[in-house]
């Protein structure tokens, strides 16, 4: 929608320390729950609770349990920002 993207994306475990420098970012949890660990504090989010990460702001997601989210962001934001991961995925792949 107007060069958004809804990403669904199931999440478990720790991921990467990474920032979207022009971009905020969205997470909306589908089920289960996640947190998002900041610079200076970590946040944790229910099922239907969101968060948005205002860009240049570094964090990491994680789950300890399987977790569904909704991650909305611009069409062509890499997962891992400037960062280069294991878990970097393919961009623009539809399954």
């Known amino acids: 929608m ?14 990467v320390w990474h920032n979207h420098e022009d971009t905020d970012e969205a997470f909306i949890v589908i089920e289960g729950k996640m947190k998002i660990e900041f610079e200076n504090e970590t946040v944790e989010l229910n099922e239907g609770e969101m968060c948005v990460v205002p860009k240049g702001v570094g964090h990491k997601p ?8 909704m991650i909305i962001e611009p069409s062509g ?19």
């Open 77 to 95: 934001v890499v997962n891992t920002g400037k960062i280069e991961s294991d878990l970097t995925a393919s961009n623009d792949v539809w399954i």
């Open 2 to 15: 107007n060069d958004y993207q809804f990403k669904l994306v199931k999440i478990k475990g720790d991921f």
């Open 62 to 69: 994680f789950a300890e349990n399987e977790c569904k989210i």
